[in-house]
């Protein structure tokens, strides 16, 4: 089944984060707020500010803010950007139900904007039931 990985899900916390706010956040207070490890954190955040994602300001005054328009990023190009080594949504057989399947997560990934995830009133609903649960087997979604 197709996962999301450990740094698109930092990634869209951050991002989340960053977008509710108007000036520039340390890396720093996004781990602390968010309950994120610090140096995988940075390293997520030094590859989106690499990319145009985000900016960033050296110094006492600096921090990151979304330097780009997020609705122009699909979450199939963060997960390609965040995930080099992986390809989204290939990790399914290449085989009858499986192989359509993968067709329709990839279109999907690409049809869906970071700014629908992340982006005060933008966002996809959850189920209020689903938020703030937490996985007890490995098939629970």
Excluded: W
């Amino acid at each position: 089944m197709l996962c999301l990985s450990r740094k698109v899900d930092y990634a869209l916390i951050s991002l989340a984060y960053l977008a509710e706010r108007s000036d520039r956040v340390s890396a720093r207070e996004i781990a602390e707020v968010c309950g994120l490890p610090l140096p995988l954190l940075m390293n997520i955040l030094k590859g989106l500010h690499q990319r145009g994602i985000l900016r960033s300001v050296r110094g006492a005054a600096g921090g990151y803010e979304v330097g780009s328009d997020l609705n122009a990023l699909s979450l199939f190009d963060l997960c390609a950007i965040l995930d080099k080594h992986e390809q989204p949504a290939r990790k399914l057989a290449l085989h009858g139900p499986a192989q359509a399947l993968q067709y329709r997560l990839g279109r999907f990934m690409r049809e869906i904007s970071v700014a629908d995830l992340v982006m005060p009133g933008h966002r996809i609903d959850v189920p209020l039931e689903r938020v703030g649960t937490k996985r007890k087997t490995v098939g629970a979604i």
